[in-house]
């Protein structure tokens, strides 16, 4: 089992920057695979990046892809998320996620397929 601690959220201007960060409990980090979605107020949660245990491959949502980069360090238990050229569209809850098996790409943009959840930050872009 492990827990997890989402922070970095805030408010920026459009074209800025933010890193979230996911600290997880344990000594099994890096036997999950880590994804973070996002839900904006009136919308269902959707996917937004993924990647696998050791870190060599990761997954983007197609709104997102050139823009932000998913990292981990698997000695300090943390995932990350890099946001740069913020957008208004962007504003949402983001959540971190593990998941304990693996796959392809279909299984870790599928939320169902994470069983362990964080609280959530708030990410706000003014235009």
């Known amino acids: 089992q492990v827990q997890l601690v989402e922070s970095g959220g805030g408010l920026v201007q459009a074209g800025g920057s933010l890193r979230l960060s996911c600290a997880a409990s344990g000594r099994t980090f890096s036997t999950y695979a880590m994804g973070w979605f996002r839900q904006a107020p009136g919308k269902e949660r959707e996917f937004v990046a993924a990647i696998n245990r050791g870190g060599s491959m990761s997954y983007y949502a197609d709104s997102v892809k050139g823009r932000f980069t998913i990292s981990r360090d698997n000695v300090k238990n943390t995932a990350y998320l890099q946001m740069n050229s913020l957008k208004p569209e962007d504003t949402a809850v983001y959540y971190c996620?593990?998941?304990?098996?693996?796959?392809?790409?279909?299984?870790?943009?599928?939320?169902?397929?994470?069983?362990?959840w964080g609280q959530g930050t708030q990410v706000t872009v003014s235009s």
């Open positions: 996620a593990a998941a304990s098996s693996y796959g392809g790409s279909s299984y870790y943009t599928r939320d169902l397929s994470y069983a362990y």
